[in-house]
């Protein structure tokens, strides 16, 4: 099936249009740096120079470009959930550019992404084989608040993690191929050609992020880019009932633990607003120990930005070989994401630990 020209070309097209317009807004830096690039002052700021955090940018005109690549179908579902995704994207480059549009505001932004992709599509969450929930979910109303909800839930957690070079972008391109492979292994056709397609969109982008953090996916690439990877866990059950939802959740198993933590720490630990910044997610204390530890073995202290992303790319790996082996039930899923929390805690107390015993010797 992807040796087919009309697939891979669409491909090749997202691949080759992100990776030249990354590399043209990193070219042309000094013309636009004065409003797009990225301090490197703030609590979760771990670069040394200002960057362009204008990625989204790229991640757009790929992602457009492939659209017009594409034949049949695919490319009107394809077309449907870009254009769906125009209010996160617009709103999140106002953030790139301004610096003055709320996070508030940017969520409200990727609701309405949701909303209208659910409007227009029809694919909405009806069950989350949860006794009583799924009752209310029936209700046409209520799926479709949950939906949008759930929907910009998920690129928030994606905007989460998007702090050293490759994290978010890498791992965005791990979650796009485990959705590839389930599709694969049920044989949707369509939904392996969309996810493979953005995949190429994003690893493009990706060429230039890592290892030397040339550009920025900024909150506009973050959040269409999340909004994206959030539809495609919508439309997996929605399109093929005899999967699981509780596969989406186990594919997005990382990034969506490390945003359910984060509030629980800020709000139950500190007593902070959950939305409050802070440098105590994992990725951040992976950076300060585990990778600070292995760049100075290597004598690349310059390396323990991209070491941290290559540590924490394990976690999204772990969903994607458990969906290779895991059934499509709902118990198989949750035994699975179980592991993934598990291995997720038990690093970040492990780390905290082994902090706590390196302070004290």
Known sequence: MISNPSICYPIFTALSVTFALSLFLVLTKHFHGRFTLDSSEGVQKFHDLPTPRIGGIALAFGYFAAWFAMEGTTKGL?????LAGLPALAFGLAEDITKRVSVRVRLIATMASGLIFAIISGYTITSVEVWGVDAMLAIPIISLAFTSFAVAGVANSINLIDGFHGLASGTLVIILLAFALVGWRIGDDTFVILALTMSAVIFGFFLVNFP??????????????????????????????????????????????????SIVRRVLAHGAHPGEPDSDHLHHIVHRSWAKFVASALRIPTAQNSITSVIMWVLPLISLISVNYCGFHS????????????????????????ETYGAVT
């Open 212 to 261: 030397f953090g040339k550009l920025f996916l900024g909150d506009a690439g973050a959040y269409f880019a999340g909004y994206f990877v959030a539809i495609m866990a919508v439309m997996l059950p929605a399109r093929n009932p005899e999967v699981s939802p509780w596969i989406s959740l186990l594919i997005l198993g990382y990034p969506v633990t490390e945003t359910i933590v």
């Open 78 to 82: 394809f077309g449907v959930i870009g």
């Open 331 to 354: 118990m198989s899923a949750l035994s699975y994401l179980a592991v993934l929390v598990f291995c997720y805690l038990a690093t970040y107390r492990a780390i905290i630990a082994w």
